[in-house]
């Protein structure tokens, strides 16, 4: 008995050692769980400080429209039919400026349309009788739906009108067969929309008034930044493949900026989703009425394509198709000249749409780009590959081809750069608060010879 007393106090003690160490695992564990979650909610609020602050708007316009069911008076205008102007915050209320637009627009006409034809079919079907009204209206709610539904489908209604195509179809629904089993169908419809009138405009006001994003903002920085990262590759490439810094080697945590171009490839429906939600908003800032957001994609499309031409270089030069060590030194200079030259062409053109200035200085990037792409052209058909072993020369010609390629993608998205810049009238760069005393008399007196006006603006770019 002594014997098996004391095993059973042994295995007790077992299982609870068992116990406190699976309990304080799993406190342990979710301990880093809180903590995760704790310094991912930090990234996200540092990441994008918009995010609080959309946050902040979602909660004030909620509050706000719930004070029509918080006071009496306001309450008996509307009764249970408040809950609309709730629900229109919450699924109307977006991220940008004109995506709230969007939807609160779509939700009001469709809401609006669907009412009238609600209450339009509702008085027809009662004119048929007992018997023939719930056919009536079955019929009407066939076809409509069908044909609504069907509606979606196209291209342009998809992108900008399937919320209120959906909102259509559920408010017809809910305002002609409701009507079956209700009379006061007129003060139905009236009282939908105006709660989610009253639920829109409060979007708006909310979206508008407390620290706007603007979706056309968000998408100029977006097609800048992917020129950016491109112009940034095209500079490491040449540092890194060609040699050109002193050190033969990066270090990997150094090579970031060699896999920055790849974000672009995927940016397309982004692009889309933010000019979508662009056309939407009214004019502000240096962004006017009828600004052209559709050159922002064609812009974005050409450097896509370059993107490509950029990925399919990488990818052959990280399979370590090297170039040979005395083929390459002879294209060193030509091919590292064009690459940065490409680069500086396409920060000029970045900085241009940011700024919202002339791509000025793009010009001469591009004419030294053609003329490098030339005498590489005529190096590739000399007879200085005669000795060379034909293996020799299709890493050279690979690289060489991408590389023109490239340089014809640059010259495109600088054209359309150009014609961006012409058609939402962006201003001259003025460089003038930098220069010195000296300088500026310089400027004077060059300005008299010449026959300038003092009081005419005068574009001048000093070079070191």
């Known amino acids: ?12 003690i077992g299982y609870i050692s068992t116990s406190l160490t699976w309990i304080k695992g799993l406190s342990d564990k979710m301990k880093d769980k809180v903590i995760e979650f704790v310094n991912m909610t930090i990234k996200l609020a540092t990441d994008d400080i918009r995010r609080v602050i959309h946050s902040i708007k979602v909660g004030l316009a909620l509050t706000i429209v719930s004070l029509f069911y918080y006071f009496q008076a306001l309450y008996d205008s509307f009764g249970v039919s408040a809950m609309w102007a709730v629900m229109t915050v919450v699924v109307v209320f977006e991220f940008s400026v004109g995506a709230t637009i969007g939807k609160g627009l779509n939700r009001a006409l469709a809401t609006f349309a669907a009412g009238a034809l609600g209450v339009a079919a509702h008085h027809l079907a009662v004119k048929s009788g007992n018997t023939g009204e719930p056919i009536l209206l079955g019929i009407f709610v066939f076809l409509l739906a069908a044909s609504t539904t069907f509606a979606r489908f196209f291209p342009k209604v998809k992108a900008r009108y399937d919320y209120g195509m959906l909102i259509f179809i559920l408010t017809f629904c809910l305002v002609s067969v409701s009507g079956f089993r209700n009379d006061d169908i007129l003060e139905l419809a009236h009282k939908r929309l105006s709660t989610i009138l009253i639920g829109g405009s409060t979007c708006l006001i909310v979206s508008i008034c407390v620290c706007p994003v603007w979706a056309g903002e968000d998408l100029q920085n977006l097609v800048s930044l992917n020129i950016e990262k491109l112009a940034s590759f095209l500079e490491g490439f040449g540092e890194e493949y060609f040699k050109i810094s002193e050190k033969e080697t990066t270090p990997k945590g150094e090579k970031a900026f060699l896999t920055g171009y790849k974000m672009v490839l995927n940016s397309k429906s982004n692009e889309e989703t933010l000019a979508n939600f662009a056309k939407w908003e009214p004019g502000h800032g240096r962004f006017m009425y009828r600004h052209p957001w559709k050159q922002y994609l064609i812009v974005g499309s050409l450097t896509r394509e370059c993107a490509y031409r950029i990925d399919a270089l990488n990818g052959h030069l990280s399979s370590h198709l090297q170039m040979h060590t005395e083929v390459g030194g002879k294209l060193e200079d030509l091919c590292t000249n064009i690459s940065l030259e490409s680069a500086k062409a396409m920060k000029e053109l970045a900085s241009a749409i940011k700024t919202m200035t002339m791509p000025s200085s793009s010009t001469s990037h591009i004419t030294n780009l053609k003329e490098a792409t030339e005498n590489l052209q005529c190096l590739l058909k000399s007879e200085l590959w005669k000795d060379v072993q034909f293996l020799q020369v299709i ?37 003038g608060p930098k220069l010195n005393n000296i300088t500026k008399e310089k400027c004077k007196a060059e300005s008299s010879k010449v026959g300038i006006l003092p009081d005419h603006e005068v574009v001048v770019t000093v070079k070191d």
Do not use: R
């Not at 008995?1 to 007790?12: A, F, H, L, P, V």
């Not at 991408?402 to 961006?420: D, P, Q």
């Open 1 to 12: 008995m002594e014997m098996g007393t004391g095993n059973d106090y042994d295995n007790n």
């Open 395 to 431: 890493p050279v010609v690979t690289v060489t081809s991408i590389l023109t390629e490239i340089v014809v993608c640059v010259e495109k998205i600088a054209n359309s750069v150009h014609e961006l810049a012409m058609t939402a009238k962006f201003k001259n760069k003025v460089v």
